[in-house]
């Protein structure tokens, strides 16, 4: 057995009970009480999310779609990739591409998987899918009801110099950046 394996044996938290406290419109907030590896008992509380995609469009001069969308638990309007949740048994790569023609209007000719991240691993089960998407044909937007945001196309220099001033902070947004630019600076060596 790997190192790894048995690292994650020793560490594994066994659920005696679980329940939830908590279901909105798209989110359930359980409550497990677990029993430590060390035979203590503890409660872990945490939201299940049916998980999102995130989409980083590049055009072919190279100019970054995103979006200003204001995020009502911080009350405050947020630069960010383009996103959204993931329907029940969705594919993320559908998601995606619903996702891209809603918020900015485009289609995607090209759409690549880059990563999945784990935003806030403290406390949810959320994973996003990050996608990078080429080859775009223009189109309308299509807002869902009670979404209201603006798509704009900025320059990666543009966008970076956002990034270095905190002016940019949104998590999935910093992480796509960060893989496109690793992926240039791969394609240029």
Partial sequence: MSKQKKLAQKLQEKILHSEVVFEGKFL????????????????????KHPGASVILPVDQ???????HQYRHALKKVFLELPAGQRDLGE????????ELQEETGFKAG????????????GYADEE??????Q??????????PGENLEAVKMSSEELKKLVQSGQISDVKT????????????KGKS
Avoid: C
């Avoid at 594919?91 to 619903?98: E, F, S, V, Y």
């Avoid at 910093?174 to 893989?179: A, H, N």
């Fill in 28 to 47: 359930k907030v359980n409550r497990d009480q677990v029993q430590l590896p060390n035979g203590d008992i503890s409660l872990r509380e945490y939201i």
């Fill in 61 to 67: 001069q190279g100019f970054i779609y995103v979006v």
């Fill in 91 to 98: 594919d993320p790569l559908k998601t995606a591409h619903r």
């Fill in 110 to 121: 090209r759409m690549d998987l880059m990563t999945v991240i784990h935003p806030v691993i």
């Fill in 128 to 133: 996003m899918y990050l996608y990078l998407a």
């Fill in 135 to 144: 080859d775009l044909i223009p189109g309308p937007a299509q807002l869902d």
């Fill in 174 to 185: 910093l992480v796509g950046l960060f893989w496109y630019w690793n992926y240039l600076e």
